[in-house]
């Protein structure tokens, strides 16, 4: 198993562009998550999911769209960048909880808006 | 919602000496807590979890402890060595609300040889 990836590593973006954030899990994964990591602050979550064609928000899902039309993909779409999504993205993904319930996380994205 | 709250922010220790890290949590409905290991430039890996209905968990050199009453949760970890120096987060979430998971915001431990 390749377990959580995550596309691109590195991305520099300038104000005002859109992107997409790629996440896929081969673990038959219920929930999916993506969270951001910025200095002192841990983890923040944007949006997650707990099955194909369910999504809810997060702790700061402003700025930030996704969409789960398939169990295995999770991609996060930036609209239009600004100085203060530069961050790490990660993704993660856990079975259900009554399953064990770990939470798997991707090796991030790093991005930065100029 | 929850907060979680983590200290220390850094920890400094001799090899061979222990480590303890503290959470607390404020909201009641919580009752699954993992903590992660991040080295740098790597993903949060889970390296231990407890769940409410017990109190204490072990797996070799490490440990977890959870008071409901009070809230808080522990990490200890015995014998430190160099390669335990990372970022270990807490986090704290409910079975009702799962995916939902709240972070402290982190500790930085250094293993001194």
């Known amino acids: 198993n390749a377990g959580v990836t995550q596309t691109p590593k590195f991305q520099v973006l300038k104000t005002g562009q859109s992107m997409t954030l790629q996440c896929a899990q081969d673990?038959?994964?219920?929930?999916m998550s993506w969270y951001r990591q910025d200095p002192g602050m841990g983890l923040r979550l944007i949006h997650y999911s707990v099955g194909a064609g369910i999504t809810d928000q997060g702790e700061v899902p402003n700025g930030y769209n996704v969409s789960r039309s398939t169990t295995e993909d999770f991609p996060l779409r930036l609209l239009s960048a600004a100085p203060s999504q530069t961050s790490v993205y990660f993704c993660?993904?856990?079975?259900?909880?009554?399953?064990?319930?770990?939470?798997?996380f991707g090796p991030g994205t790093r991005l930065t808006v100029t | 919602g929850e907060n979680v709250e983590q200290h220390p922010s850094t920890l400094s220790v001799q090899e061979g000496d222990s480590a303890v890290i503290k959470c607390t949590y404020s909201?009641?409905?919580?009752?699954?807590f993992p903590w992660y290991k991040q080295e740098l430039g790597k993903g949060p890996q889970l390296i231990i979890d407890?769940?409410?209905?017990?109190g204490e968990k072990k797996d070799q050199r490490i440990a977890v402890t959870l008071n409901k009453t009070a809230k808080h949760f522990s990490l200890h970890i015995t014998e430190t060595q160099p390669e335990d120096s990372a970022v270990y987060f807490c986090a704290a979430t409910s079975t009702d609300s799962w995916g939902k998971f709240q972070f402290g915001a982190g500790t930085q431990v250094v293993v001194t040889p």
């Open positions: 673990m038959n994964h219920e929930y």
């Open positions: 993660a993904s856990s079975r259900l909880p009554g399953q064990g319930g770990e939470q798997y």
């Open positions: 407890i769940r409410s209905n017990v």
């Open positions: 909201d009641s409905a919580s009752n699954y």
